[in-house]
């Protein structure tokens, strides 16, 4: 089976781990693979690795830029020739849609406000949607989309490069030195600001590690020249299980989410994980693995992070719990095995 995927870009985030993680174990159920996007860190490990991979410049919301992502994409399918187009996302879903096919949607989430526009644009372009947790999929439905087929983000685990010893060395952290970790673009739906005013409460020398990139950046590295060097901004990583074995804890302070990976990986490594209750976080959460938090809430973010940083047993109890979770509930064979059958369904 001849898989296309269509997606905006292939960086650091939540629904490029979810394809690259998709198109490695592919081979394993009979699919063939292939990348439309434009362009990033791992579009290019997927070339090196020989998986076909085209250019589609990013729509940027102008119609004359959706018009030239939607006619490389023609020429993608065209040279590609899928069974099957998997679009992640309402902008990839449209783009493919104008390229002349229906594709089947892989719905990541939206800004609350945003979901009737989403409901009435997946409708008109999309063979079918696929929610990643029952939180998303319960909003297109309240928005007037019929019922999406619910497919929960599952991990597709990495092994760390280097331990936990050289990563903090590197990023000159001393090895007793409490880490929280935010594996999170620097965009206003992750409420860094959040995240920074909770910082502040945080008690000693704990260090904040802010992985991502993005257009709020110079923004929050003036908010932060308060808290010194207690806060760093790392930029765009291709080396997060590294990151994980280094940190303590991880956090996100999201107002809104699908199924975040950054969550899930965390889980996976073994990290308690404090984060918003958005999205599907508040149900992966629900069998132990970390705190919820309500959004837009400083004092009881920093309440949380105190919690894990500085109480050595009750951060492994509940690194402990969030590893036992993931495998149980978040398995990649499981979701492979899922969106197999849907496709092989809609050939």
Known sequence: MRVLHVISEMGAGGAETLVAGMVARGEEYG???????????????????????????????????????????????????PDVVLAHNV?????????GRR???????????????????LRHTSAQVVAVSAATA??????????????????????????RAEIR????????????LCLAR?????????????????????????????????????????LGRRVEFLGTRADVPDLLAAADVTVLTSDWEGLPLAVLESMAAGRP?????????????????GIVVPRADPAATAAALNT?????????????????????DYDPHTLMKSYDELLRGAR
């Open 138 to 163: 319960d909003r297109l439905t309240a928005a007037g989309l019929e019922r999406p087929v619910v497919i929960p983000n599952a991990v597709f685990p990495r092994p760390p490069v280097f331990g």
């Open 31 to 81: 699919w063939v693979s292939a990348v439309a996007s434009g362009g990033g860190f791992r579009a290019d490990a997927l070339a090196a690795d020989g998986t076909p991979t085209f250019p589609v410049p990013l729509a940027r919301r102008s119609k004359a830029g959706v018009l030239k992502a939607a006619w490389a994409t023609r020429r993608a399918i065209a040279r590609f020739r």
């Open 308 to 328: 894990l940083l500085f109480n050595p047993v009750e951060r492994e109890t509940v690194g402990r719990s969030a590893l036992q979770a993931v495998e149980r």
């Open 186 to 226: 620097l965009e206003p739906q992750k409420r860094h600001d959040v995240l920074l005013d909770a910082w502040a409460a945080v008690d000693g020398d704990a260090v904040l590690w802010l992985a991502g990139d993005g257009s709020l950046r110079g923004e929050l590295e003036r908010r932060a020249q308060a």
């Open 169 to 180: 060395a590197s990023l000159g952290v001393p090895e007793r030195t409490p880490v929280a």
């Open 91 to 99: 902008g990839a879903s449209l783009v493919t849609r104008l390229a």
């Open 103 to 121: 594709p089947i949607t892989v719905f990541h989430g939206v800004a609350e406000a945003d979901y009737p526009a989403a409901a009435r644009f």
């Open 273 to 289: 994980v404090v984060a918003t209750d958005a999205g599907g976080i508040g149900a992966v959460l629900a069998g132990g693995g």
